[in-house]
């Protein structure tokens, strides 16, 4: 019991401290643990991160109250990277090798809330991700803002691995 209010009195995480890290994967989800240099810690945004569950109804003969509600089908949403424009290509190379039919070319992409003291808090897990879409910056020449880029992921799976 007083680790349970223990845990009430915790201050939230602030979302600007964040990091994300790619590692190679594969289609079978057995990942060869080799890091992916591919813009790790560049992103100043992260969208997406959510899972949503449809629940099957069930209508039994005779229960004129309500339907029963069953656990149905899981599916997640985007993940939206975003991060300055910069001249690597990296970002830009993976999508055009995907798009190109190399689409087993999956990496797992690991997102890791920090503290202030920039130790990890917990770690998102995007299983098997592979880009969708990417969006380079608007060009404007009457702009004075830095150059986003966009890079959307699909995934098969999000997990919440806790620390580290």
């Known amino acids: ?19 994300v890290t790619f590692k190679r994967d594969t289609l079978r989800g057995t990942p060869d643990g080799s890091d992916v240099a591919l813009c790790s810690g560049a992103f100043a945004e992260c969208s997406g991160l959510e899972a949503t569950m449809e629940p099957k109804i069930i209508k039994a003969g005779g229960a004129n ?10 599916s997640f949403a985007t993940v939206v990277l975003k991060r300055g424009m910069t001249p690597t290509r990296d970002l830009w190379q993976w999508f055009q090798q995907v ?15 920090r503290d202030a003291a920039d130790n990890t808090v917990l770690t998102w897990a995007l299983l098997r991700a592979m880009p969708i879409k990417f969006k380079a910056a608007d060009l404007n020449a009457k702009g004075t803002e830095v150059g986003i880029e966009e890079l959307h992921l699909a995934h ?4 919440l691995l806790g620390k580290g």
């Open 1 to 19: 019991m007083a680790a349970e209010l223990a845990e009430n009195l915790l201050a939230p995480l602030h979302v600007f401290r964040f990091h």
């Open 99 to 113: 798009a190109g039919g190399g689409y087993s070319v999956r990496l797992s992409v690991r997102i890791e809330m």
């Open 65 to 74: 109250y309500g339907a029963a509600q069953r656990a149905g089908p899981v």
């Open 156 to 159: 098969e799976g999000l997990q």
